[in-house]
């Protein structure tokens, strides 16, 4: 570079008299270090600059000397014990060099866009609050339309449950109805009431038995009917005919090893040891 | 190269008592600096109630950032000035000066106070009319950057001259001043 350009530009000149930009500032200062013309043509000038502003000097009123020994002292004890410096001290420009900071057209534009900047926010604000409020009303109709929702599947899983279930018997009964083994007796009404008629399936080898009531009179709320396997003449217990809805129905009963015939009776709720014969309805034999 | 080298201690000595926190050292300081640098804030704020404000304030900033002078960019004249510039120049941007200022009527404003309160010394007459010398334009810029914290383009912008007029005016005015005062 041309340091004698450089020195007759001027720039130390503003320089010294604070005029320059912290990045100008730091310039000046980088290259006086560099080139001794510089430094000392700056020091020329500056020395210039520090017998300019002597020239104003003023006696202070006495009164101040203690005033200001007082204040150091003061910020002194409240804070050097810390040794934590109030953050404006601390960053005192490194050489005393006053930064230039925008002035007042610029503050008065920045407080003009600041003033802007809140009005806009406080709109912002009441819009975000309105949309919240709104948000929160159809997030609640949603909630209840879900619960409405997860009920209505709750039923409907249930119900495919329950379904799946009566399928899945059905099935068995089914299998075994079909099943080679599976003996079909038809107990028909005895003359106490001919025209009952109940069919009972057996099979040989699972002992299983199943019986549909095709026709009986309705029990009285105290009775049930209950089955019977006679097994040389002696009636065996094969089980009471449970349920609201008897008819049409099939009812699984007990396992019976061996029958020549079934009988069903009406006897006291849960059945009895011996069957009582005044009260059997229906019989068949195998 | 100035008067102050002339008293008994040395500028180093003072700025190494300062670091170690002697209260005597600030004392000192005070009495071979306050009427440079009174003088200094008074032009720039006007009034002598907001003048021994700012005062207090540039001592309590030079105790705490004495540990950041460095002689190798300048004298500690030079840094002491800068000090209170800044803060004096600080004190009329912010906005509790400036509503002060709106309040106060018009013949107690700042301008009307100031021969008043000026002590003058004597000794100094010769040297102001020196300065009377300057070229009222160089002057100006001189004034306005270095005690009413202008930057270069805000005086340009001010003045309505080029950027470039600025500097020239700058370096004439110093260059005259040198001359003037050495």
Redesign the interface.
């Known amino acids: 570079m041309n340091i004698e350009e450089y020195i007759?530009?001027?720039?130390l000149?503003?320089y010294?008299?604070?005029?320059?930009?912290a990045a100008e500032t730091a310039d000046v200062?980088r290259l006086?270090?560099q080139y001794p013309e510089i430094r000392a043509e700056l020091?020329?000038?500056?020395?210039?600059?520090?017998?300019?502003?002597?020239?104003?000097?003023?006696?202070?009123?006495a009164t101040?000397?203690n005033?200001?020994?007082q204040?150091?002292?003061q910020?002194?004890s409240s804070?050097?014990h810390t040794n934590n410096?109030?953050k404006?001290?601390?960053e005192?420009?490194?050489?005393?060099?006053?930064i230039?900071?925008n002035?007042?057209a610029n503050q008065a534009a920045a407080s003009a866009a600041f003033k802007w900047l809140v009005a806009a926010s406080l709109i912002l604000l009441i819009l975000s609050n309105a949309l919240s409020f709104y948000f929160y009303q159809k997030w609640q109709n949603s909630d209840e339309s879900l619960q409405i929702a997860l009920n209505t599947q709750r039923q409907y899983a249930q119900n495919y449950q329950r379904v799946q279930q009566q399928l899945s018997l059905n099935q068995q009964v089914l299998v075994l109805l079909s099943d080679a083994n599976t003996l079909r007796i038809e107990l028909k009404g005895v003359e106490k009431s001919p025209e009952s008629k109940v069919t009972v399936y057996w099979h040989r080898l699972t002992k299983d038995v199943y019986l549909n009531v095709n026709n009986l009179p309705e029990p009285p709320a105290n009775k049930q009917y209950q089955l019977w396997a006679l097994v040389d003449g002696k009636p065996l217990d094969a089980g009471v005919v449970n349920g609201s809805d008897v008819a049409n129905q099939l009812h699984h009963m007990k396992d019976v090893q061996q029958a020549q015939a079934f009988a069903i009776t009406l006897e006291p709720k849960g059945g009895s040891i011996s069957p009582t014969l005044e009260e059997m309805y229906v019989m068949g034999k195998i | 190269m100035s008067r102050h080298e002339n008293i008994a201690f040395s500028e180093e000595d003072l700025i190494q008592r300062l670091q170690q926190r002697e209260d005597a050292a600030l004392t000192l300081l005070y009495e071979r600096y306050s009427a440079a640098l009174y003088g200094v804030i008074l032009r720039i704020v006007k009034t002598e109630e907001v003048a021994e404000d700012v005062m207090q304030e540039t001592f309590v900033k030079i105790w705490f950032s004495i540990g950041q002078y460095n002689k190798e960019k300048g004298r500690l004249f030079t840094w002491l000035v800068n000090i209170a510039r800044h803060a004096a120049i600080d004190k009329i941007r912010s906005k509790e000066f400036r509503v002060g200022l709106k309040n106060k009527p018009i013949q107690d404003s700042p301008v009307n106070q100031l021969h008043s309160s000026y002590e003058v010394r004597p000794e100094h007459i010769g040297i102001k009319d020196m300065v009377g010398k300057l070229n009222p334009d160089q002057k100006k810029i001189i004034d306005m950057m270095y005690f009413d914290g202008y930057t270069q383009s805000e005086v340009a912008e001010e003045l309505d001259i080029p950027l470039g007029t600025v500097k020239t005016r700058a370096r004439a005015a110093i260059k005259f001043l040198t001359k003037l005062l050495s």
């Open positions: 007759s530009s001027g720039v000149e503003l010294a008299a604070g005029a320059l930009s200062e006086a270090t020091d020329l000038i500056l020395n210039t600059m520090d017998e300019y502003a002597a020239l104003h000097a003023v006696n202070p009123p101040l000397k005033k200001v020994l204040a150091v002292k910020h002194g804070q050097l410096l109030p404006d001290f601390a005192a420009p490194d050489n005393g060099r006053i230039p900071i002035r007042s």
